[in-house]
């Protein structure tokens, strides 16, 4: 399979199931401020596929986890109706850390106070 139709299947992937990601009734998968899918792989036979979530704000990981584990069916079932592959892939849930990381680097940059003339041009 080529590459290119791999990356448009990750992205309609990706773009699928943030959608569905907002009509999960499980509250343990809505406990931060902001979840969102950053990245989504599927493997070359599209039985397989890995997808990182990003969750901003105060969460419980192990509840996460399960209520990701518990509405991974229902998830797999609306993206074969929304998508026509050949195969649903099987998802796997990865949790990635980069944006909280990005907003603590942020505050932390904002929090220095830099001036001009501390500095000396030599």
């Known amino acids: 399979m080529a590459s290119n139709n791999i990356n448009r ?4 992937i990706q773009r699928c199931l943030s959608a569905l990601l907002r009509n ?7 406990q931060g ?5 950053v990245r989504v792989d599927t493997t070359g036979d599209l ?5 990182y979530l990003s969750i901003l704000g105060p969460v419980d990981e192990k509840e996460f ?6 509405c991974a069916g229902w998830l797999r079932r609306e993206l074969g109706s929304a998508l026509s592959l050949r195969y649903t892939p099987e998802l796997q849930f990865y949790l990635d850390h980069s944006i909280e990381q990005g907003a603590r680097i942020s505050r932390a940059i ?5 001036s ?3 500095q000396q041009e030599g």
Do not use: W
């Open 110 to 114: 904002q929090e220095l106070d830099i």
């Open 65 to 70: 986890r399960k209520g990701l584990k518990s």
């Open 33 to 37: 401020d902001l979840l969102s899918v």
């Open 116 to 118: 001009d003339e501390g």
């Open 47 to 51: 039985r397989y596929c890995r997808v």
């Open 24 to 30: 999960v009734k499980d509250p343990r998968i809505h």
């Open 9 to 12: 299947i990750n992205d309609d």
